[in-house]
């Protein structure tokens, strides 16, 4: 049974940084795309940042620059660091992992396994 379970999340001024972490387990796919995801109250589900079990990443626009996707495959561990953060990246950031190979996508219907979420919270 996959499980992917987020950690990292709290609250931070703006201009902070945080780091989440994404623990997963029972995931044996040798070929994968997992992403990073989050939602505000009242808004969409939006795709943050995705990497591929070859490495290959993808960012939406409004975090290039500011958040960094890595994997560590030794800990089965997905990261997002994310610096100069905003009050408008407060949301519940999810992780998220497919179970077949699309490539770096943030199309949140691709993405078959998820967690429960973290939250972050940024003040002005």
């Known amino acids: 049974q996959v499980r992917l379970v987020e950690s990292g999340g709290g609250p931070v001024q703006s201009g902070g940084s945080l780091r989440l972490s994404c623990a997963a387990s029972g995931y044996t796919y040798s070929r994968y795309s997992m992403g990073w995801f989050r939602q505000a109250p009242g808004k969409e589900r939006e795709g943050v940042a995705s990497i591929t079990s070859d490495g290959i990443t993808r960012y939406a626009d409004s975090v290039k620059g500011r958040f960094t996707i890595s994997q560590d495959n030794a800990k089965n561990t997905l990261y997002l660091q994310m610096n100069s953060l905003k009050p408008e990246d407060t949301a519940t950031y999810h992780c998220?992992?497919?179970?077949?190979?699309?490539?770096?996508?943030?199309?949140?219907?691709?993405?078959?396994?998820w967690g429960q979420g973290t939250q972050v919270t940024v003040s002005s």
């Open positions: 998220a992992a497919s179970g077949l190979y699309y490539g770096a996508v943030l199309v949140g219907r691709l993405y078959k396994y």
